[in-house]
Structures are given as C-alpha cells and as structure tokens.
C-alpha cells in the first residue's frame, strides 16, 4: 500500500519543453488536487478531479492542462515551460466525501530555466 | 476571487513560550483544516473542524473554528523544539469541492 505517489521527483526543464507530472494512488480515493508551492508561499491550487473523467480549474490554472482518465491516476501537463512554473508541486487526495483529510504525495520539484 | 489570509508570516519564540497563528477567510467555509510542514516536507493533517464555534484539543494545541465559519485559529502552549515547522490552514468555501490553503506561519523555536 503505496499510499499517493509521485513521478519523478526532480526534473529540470528548459523554457519551452514539455512535460507530465503523474500522480497515483492506491486508495481508491475519488477526489484528486494538484498544487504548486513557491518558495515561502502557501499551497496554491492548481486543477483539481471529483472523479475518473472529470477535472475542473482552480486558483492557478493557466499554463497547466489535466486528465483523469484511470481514477488512481491524475496526470499534470505543461505543454510549453516558463520560468514561472519553477515550482514544488504537490498532489493530494480525499475519499470523496465530505470532511476527510487530503493525503499528500511527496512533491516534485521542478526547475524551469 | 475566494482568499484564506493567515498571520503572522513567521513567528520565533522562546522555548516554553505560547504560539499562535490565525486564518481568515473571505468566504464562509464548510470546514478547515490545519497542516503542518517541516523543511523539504509534504503538508501533514493535524485537524478539521466542521461546526460553527467549534473547539478541539491535541495534547498542547487547540484549534477554534469562529461562529462565522470565517477565521480559524492554532495554538500551542509551551512550545517545544520539535513544533518547528510551517502551519496552514486550508478552508474548503461552502458548495465546492476545492481548498484554499493560507500562505503559511513559519514557526522558529529558540532553545
């Protein structure tokens, strides 16, 4: 039992490539967030899934693409890199009902230069 | 847009010294929940709370939910060396299925 992980847990990137940044989880939880940390800042949200098939934006959406298409899997697209996306980026999961706690995967960290 | 503000931004206290962070939202919030970060680190949940007005204890912390279900706040008596870390709040606006996290009380204890 994995828990929620994430893949890879470094990159590095030059302004303008591509990448995916996968999440996955054993739990069967149905709700799935990614979010990214700047240095000393809060976490901010980026697109989030209620379910396999669906997604929705969040606070930061812009520059980021998502899909859901396997519920244990929610994959995190940057399809041309800035240095503004240079970021720690966290997944999190709920069971799908109300009042439980996100579960965090262990962070990717991505430097964009 | 939905914001949750949290202070202060850091906070150094002397061991043995109370601690406490507050969170404020712009929206009322279904719940919130309090995380904790140590250096390097993923969020770790500490606790919810659901109810208008509602209080909860964990050994030297004790959380406050407002009657409002608008502000939240963390404290901690007689702080410890190991409490270091950073603090979030994460509020969860009522009719979403999202959270807004604060930006944050690091917390620096001084042996």
């Known amino acids: 039992n994995a828990g929620v992980t994430q893949t890879p847990k470094f990159r590095v990137l030059k302004t303008g490539q591509s990448m995916t940044l996968l999440c996955a989880q054993d739990?069967?939880?149905?709700?799935m967030y990614w979010y990214r940390q700047d240095p000393g800042m809060g976490l901010r949200l980026i697109h989030y899934?209620?379910?396999?098939?669906?997604?929705a934006k969040g606070e930061v959406p812009d520059g980021y693409n998502v899909s859901r298409l396997k519920k244990q899997n929610f994959l995190l697209g940057l399809e041309s890199a800035a240095p503004s996306q240079t970021s720690v980026y966290f997944c999190?999961?709920?069971?799908?009902?109300?009042?439980?706690?996100?579960?965090f995967g262990p962070g990717t960290r991505l430097t964009v230069t | 847009g939905q914001q949750v503000m949290q202070i202060p931004q850091y906070q150094h206290v002397q061991e043995g010294e109370d601690f406490t962070t507050y969170c404020n939202s712009s929206?009322?919030?279904?719940?919130i929940q309090w995380y904790k970060q140590r250096p390097g680190g993923h969020p770790v949940f500490l606790i919810q709370?659901?109810?208008?007005?509602e209080v909860k204890k964990q050994k030297r912390l004790t959380f406050q939910f407002g009657e409002a279900k608008k502000n939240s706040s963390l404290h901690i008596t007689a702080t410890q060396t190991t409490d270091v870390g950073t603090y979030f709040c994460?509020?969860?606006?009522?009719?979403?299925?999202?959270?807004?996290f604060g930006t944050g009380t690091r917390l620096k204890v001084l042996a």
């Open positions: 899934s209620v379910g396999e098939g669906t997604t």
């Open positions: 709370l659901v109810k208008s007005g």
């Open positions: 929206t009322t919030l279904s719940n």
């Open positions: 739990m069967n939880h149905e709700y």
């Open positions: 999190a999961t709920l069971p799908g009902t109300e009042f439980y706690e996100q579960y």
């Open positions: 994460a509020g969860r606006p009522s009719g979403t299925y999202k959270y807004i």
